[in-house]
T-cell receptor
Framework: TQLLEQSPQFLSIQEGENLTVYCNSS?????LQWYRQEPGEGPVLLVT?????EVKKLKRLTFQFGDARKDSSLHITAAQPGDTGLYLC?????????FGAGTRLFVKA | NAGVTQTPKFQVLKTGQSMTLQCAQD?????MYWYRQDPGMGLRLIYY???????DKGEVPNGYNVSRLNKREFSLRLESAAPSQTSVYFC??????????FGPGTRLLVL
């Protein structure tokens, strides 16, 4: 059974700080996705990483896929209050996508 | 272009009552999904429909049934609601499983 573990579960930081959140598994994934979910809304896809070692940047967000395709990280530079939300990683085989429990980020102004 | 829409937004049921959650997408996607989200557990796949006319079980299908009415619509039915089905339910659609578009969710409370 594939599992995705995310850490930390909760993170509260000041505006302007940098942070990294992690998504780990003992299973190999063909790709991993990162979603952000705001209160009362559905998740929104941020990025998909496919190749082991791949790094993708989305403005102040940097996503990395581990060389062995078992883990991924999300680094946010100079966090802003607008980054507040629940960050979910996801992956799977075919249509059976599994999600991690998420990292809840709160950025204080 | 509304994306993925879900009705109702909120619902309170008594144990044993039945209800159907509706989902529709206007993006011409072939695949649709139903998830439930519980505190501390992320999203769990209940059922999915890879294409019109097909449905398959996900991780937590017990107590639920689905119908892919046409390419646009995918409904989730609770025949006899239980308190353990209290959750937030999300519908999603996609062309590829790696890129799913989610609706705003239905918040269900079963007393």
């Amino acid at each position: 059974t594939q599992l995705l573990e995310q850490s930390p579960q909760f993170l509260s930081i000041q505006e302007g700080e940098n942070l990294t959140v992690y998504c780990n598994s003992s299973s190999v994934f063909s790709s991993l996705q990162w979603y952000r979910q705001e209160p009362g809304e559905g998740p929104v896809l941020l990025v998909t990483v496919v190749t082991g070692g791949e790094v993708k940047k989305l403005k102040r967000l940097t996503f990395q896929f581990g060389d062995a395709r078992k883990d991924s990280s999300l680094h946010i530079t100079a966090a802003q209050p607008g980054d507040t939300g629940l960050y979910l990683c996801a992956g799977g085989e075919g249509f059976k996508t599994i999600f991690g429990a998420g990292t809840r980020l709160f950025v204080k102004a | 272009n509304a994306g993925v829409t879900q009705t109702p937004k909120f619902q309170v049921l008594k144990t044993g009552q039945s209800m159907t959650l509706q989902c529709a997408q206007d993006m011409n996607h072939n695949s649709m999904y139903w998830y439930r989200q519980d505190p501390g557990m992320g999203l769990r796949l209940i059922y999915y429909s890879a294409s019109e006319g097909t449905t398959d079980k996900g991780e937590v299908p017990n107590g639920y049934n689905v119908s892919r009415l046409n390419k646009r619509e995918f409904s989730l039915r609770l025949e006899s609601a239980a308190p353990s089905q209290t959750s937030v339910y999300f519908c999603a659609s996609s062309v590829r499983a790696e890129t799913q578009y989610f609706g705003p969710g239905t918040r269900l409370l079963v007393l």
